[in-house]
C-alpha cells in the first residue's frame, strides 16, 4: 500500500520528483568519480594516515557539501508535499506511515539514481584521463578500484541516512494545521552594522569591508582566501544593509510602474530569503579555486576541477529548489494581481526582471571573485589558462541552465494557477 501510494505520488509531482532524482544522480555520480581519483596511486586518500592533507581536506569538505545541499533538495522535495501530507493526517494516518511514505519515495529515487550516477562516472572517467594527459602534462591515470567504490557506498549510505533522518523529523514535528500552513523557507543570515551608525555610514563600510579586499588578491595567493571571505562577509552585510533597503526605496518610487514595482518587491523578498544560498555558492567555489591554485601536482589539481564543476552543478540546483519553493508560495499573490487587471503579458515581464535580477545578481559576483583570484594566479604561473576556463565555465553553465529553468517552471506555475481561476 505505501509503495503505491508512494509511486503515484511520484508521478504526481512530477518536476519536483525529477529534480530531487537529479540531485541524487549528480552527487552518486561525483562521489564515485571523485573517490577513484583521491584513492589513486599518487594521492591515496584513507582517512586514517593520510599522504596528502590537501587531498583529504578537499574529500571532506565535499561531503559537508554534498550534505548541506542534499538538505536543500529534501526540503524542497518534502516540505511542497505539506497539504498532501496534512490531508493524510487528517484522514487518520499515523506519524509513522508517514514517515515511511516520505522514506519509501527517497529509496525508489536512491534506488534508479544510484546506478545512472556510476554510469555516469565510469563515462566521465576518460575524460578526466584525457585532460590529465593533454591540459597538465601528466602520465597519471584514473582507473576504478574497488576501494573506491566502497568508501562511495559508503557516503551514500550516510546520504540515505542523512535525508531518513530529516524526513522522519519533518513527519513528526508537524500537525496537520502547521502542515497546511507551512511556508517555511529557512532562516535567513543577513549581517547589519549597528543601528547606533547613520545609514550612509552603515552602507560605506559595507560596501567597503566587500569591494576593499579584492585589489589585495594581486599582492600574493598566500592571504587570497583570508581576503575573499573577508569580502563575502562585506557582501553578505552589503545585502542586508545597502540591496535590500535600496531596494525598498526603488519599490516606492517605482509604484506609478506596476511590472517594476512588483519585480523589485519579489527580488527584494528573494535577496532576504536566499543570502545564504548565495553566500554559501560563492564560499565554496572560492575555497575549491584556491585549493587549485596551491595543489602541488596534476593529480590533485584535476581532483579540485572535478570537485569545483560537480558542486558547482549541485549547489546551482540547491539554489534552484530554494528558489522553486519560494515562488511556489506566490500563487496567491499572483492570483490578486490577476484580478487587479494584470495580464499573462505582465506576468511574463515580472518573471522575466526577478529572475534575471537574482540570477544575474549571483552570476557577476561570482565573476568578480573569480577572475580577480584567477588572473593574478594565471600570471605567476600558478595556474593554467586552461584550467581557469574550465573552472569559469563550470561556474557560469549551471547558473544558466537554472536560470532557464527556474524562469520556464515560474511561468508555468502561474499559468497552471490562472487555468485553475479559469475552470
Excluded at 154 to 161: A, D, K, P, S
Excluded at 391 to 414: D, E, F, K, Q, V
Amino acid at each position: 500500500m505505501i509503495w503505491r501510494d508512494a509511486i503515484r505520488s511520484l508521478r504526481y509531482d512530477k518536476t519536483r520528483s525529477f529534480f530531487y532524482w537529479l540531485t541524487f544522480v549528480i552527487t552518486s555520480m561525483f562521489m564515485f568519480l571523485f573517490f577513484n581519483i583521491s584513492m589513486s596511486e599518487v594521492l591515496k586518500v584513507t582517512f586514517v594516515d593520510a599522504r596528502n592533507d590537501l587531498a583529504t581536506n578537499i574529500t571532506l569538505f565535499v561531503i559537508i557539501l554534498a550534505s548541506i545541499d542534499l538538505f536543500f533538495a529534501n526540503d524542497f522535495f518534502v516540505k511542497n508535499k505539506a497539504k498532501s501530507l496534512a490531508v493524510q493526517l487528517v484522514c487518520g494516518a499515523r506519524y509513522g506511515q508517514l514517515a515511511s511514505f516520505l522514506l519509501v519515495q527517497t529509496a525508489i529515487l536512491l534506488i534508479v539514481a544510484i546506478p545512472v550516477g556510476i554510469l555516469l562516472g565510469i563515462i566521465a572517467i576518460p575524460i578526466v584521463n584525457r585532460i590529465l594527459a593533454t591540459v597538465l602534462m601528466s602520465s597519471t591515470v584514473v582507473s576504478i578500484s574497488l576501494e573506491a567504490v566502497g568508501y562511495m557506498a559508503f557516503v551514500m549510505l550516510y546520504v540515505i541516512f542523512w535525508t531518513t533522518l530529516l524526513n522522519l523529523s519533518f513527519a513528526y514535528r508537524n500537525s496537520a494545521a502547521m502542515l497546511l500552513n507551512d511556508n517555511g523557507i529557512g532562516v535567513s543570515i543577513g549581517l547589519e552594522m549597528p543601528v547606533t551608525l547613520k545609514t550612509r555610514t552603515r552602507k560605506i563600510l559595507c560596501l567597503a569591508l566587500f569591494l576593499l579586499p579584492i585589489p589585495l588578491f594581486y599582492q600574493g595567493e598566500e592571504g587570497t582566501l583570508l581576503y575573499a571571505i573577508v569580502s563575502l562577509v562585506g557582501l553578505l552585510m552589503t545585502i542586508g544593509t545597502v540591496i535590500v533597503p535600496w531596494l525598498d526605496e526603488n519599490v516606492e518610487k517605482r509604484i506609478d510602474d506596476p511590472i517594476a514595482a512588483t519585480s523589485l518587491g519579489f527580488l527584494r523578498s528573494d535577496f532576504k530569503k536566499m543570502n545564504k544560498n548565495i553566500i554559501l555558492h560563492l564560499v565554496a567555489s572560492i575555497i575549491l579555486l584556491s585549493s587549485a591554485i596551491v595543489s602541488q601536482s596534476p593529480i590533485d589539481v584535476i581532483l579540485v576541477v572535478v570537485s569545483f564543476c560537480v558542486m558547482n552543478c549541485v549547489q546551482s540546483l540547491s539554489i534552484m529548489f530554494t528558489f522553486f519553493t519560494m515562488v511556489s508560495l506566490r500563487t496567491q499573490n499572483y492570483m490578486t494581481l490577476w484580478q487587479l487587471g494584470f495580464s499573462q503579458e505582465q506576468f511574463n515581464s515580472i518573471v522575466n526582471r526577478e529572475v534575471a535580477g537574482f540570477y544575474g545578481f549571483l552570476i557577476a559576483a561570482g565573476i568578480l571573485y573569480l577572475t580577480n583570484i584567477t588572473i593574478p594566479a594565471i600570471r605567476i604561473g600558478t595556474m593554467a589558462m586552461e584550467i581557469a576556463l574550465v573552472m569559469g565555465a563550470g561556474y557560469l553553465l549551471p547558473l544558466l541552465t537554472i536560470a532557464l529553468i527556474s524562469r520556464t517552471y515560474y511561468n508555468r506555475m502561474i499559468q497552471r494557477e490562472l487555468r485553475k481561476i479559469e475552470r
